[in-house]
């Protein structure tokens, strides 16, 4: 009884003690890692969520970008972190898109990490050149089906959803669509611009504007609902191919055994920055829609996705060594 007295002691004493870590988080500056280069999405979107929480919580939320291998780098880095709060991780779909992707991940995205809250989606669009006889995706499908070989497209980095996406409308039509691979989105839309491939697929972002402009032509934005900012372009369901949306996500996750208070009480100022006016006119203006969800939704969006993208990856033999 004694000994089990001692036990009961102790626990109580851990749970205070986590309690009062809790309620003093942060007590300093916390690292925000962005396992990629400034300037891109997860970038922006990453400044935008740690300025509001540094301005809410008192101390500093700092960006600190480490990039490289398609963002395995800084996520290796954050998953041996210190799971005491004062790391967070800002994810992209390759979080989930990589462990099946490369031969060696340093991280499992399923065990060395608390999920948080997805922060924003884009969806990607399907887009051509305005010279292409294409006015649809089912007429851009059938042009490509009756010259087979003969039409490429563009893509902004390998195991992105966009490259994805498009391996998933190659595989489910049978269609011969030489890939051509750039470095990023900004790339792949500058070679369509120049008809050097026709054919692109990216996030929504940086087609907005050209495509508005009729500078390029959109097809489909791979989304459940029309996207605000291109109302004029259906859905890939509306324009005749249901079930393929792919999205360019955004997240932010802890270093497992996070104490659930610190996560709770992160979790709780992501809310309130989400709801925020201005974050939402911010994250729209860069084609992000805001999404804020609970930390059992987002480990399930994580796990759903990895499911998803990995029967494409295999299928479509993708490997990065």
């Avoid at 191919?241 to 955004?250: F, H, N, R, S």
């Avoid at 709770?264 to 084609?287: D, N, T, W």
Wanted: hydrophobic share 45%; aromatic share 6%.
């Amino acid at each position: 009884m004694t000994a089990f007295v001692r036990l009961l002691a102790c626990l109580a004493g851990l749970a205070l003690t986590t309690a009062a870590s809790a309620a003093d988080y942060p007590d300093r500056n916390v690292r925000v890692l962005v396992p990629f280069a400034q300037g891109g999405p997860t970038d922006v979107i990453a400044r935008v969520f740690a300025q509001k929480l540094s301005e809410n919580l008192g101390h500093s939320f700092y960006v600190e970008n480490l990039a490289g291998a398609g963002g395995n780098i800084g996520t290796a880095q954050a998953a041996r972190a210190p799971a005491d709060g004062y790391t967070i991780l800002v994810v992209s779909t390759g979080f989930m898109v990589n462990p099946s992707l490369y031969a060696k991940v340093p991280y499992d995205p399923l065990k060395d990490f608390t999920p948080l809250t997805l922060a924003a989606v884009s969806p990607n669009v399907i887009f051509v050149n305005p010279s292409l006889p294409a006015k649809t995706l089912k007429e851009l499908i059938d042009l490509v089906k009756a010259n087979p070989g003969k039409y490429a497209y563009a893509q902004p980095a390998m195991g992105s959803t966009p490259h994805l996406s498009a391996e998933l409308l190659k595989q489910t039509f049978g269609l011969d669509l030489v890939m051509v691979p750039f470095t990023s989105a900004g790339l792949a839309v500058n070679a369509v611009l120049a008809d050097q491939p026709p054919i692109g697929f990216t996030a929504l972002p940086p087609t907005i504007g050209l495509i508005n402009q009729g500078k390029l032509r959109g097809l489909a934005v791979e989304a459940v609902k029309r996207a605000p900012t291109l109302p004029d372009v259906p859905t890939i369901a509306e324009a005749g191919v249901p079930g393929q949306e792919a999205d360019t996500l955004t997240g932010f996750v802890l270093p497992a055994g996070t104490p659930p208070a610190i996560v709770e009480k992160l979790h709780s100022e992501m809310v309130k920055i989400g709801a925020m006016p201005e974050i939402r006119e911010r994250l729209e203006k860069i084609g992000f829609n805001p999404v804020i969800n609970t930390p059992a939704e987002f480990g399930a969006r994580i796990k759903a996705e990895m499911e998803k993208w990995a029967k494409v990856v295999h299928a479509a033999n993708l490997r990065i060594e």
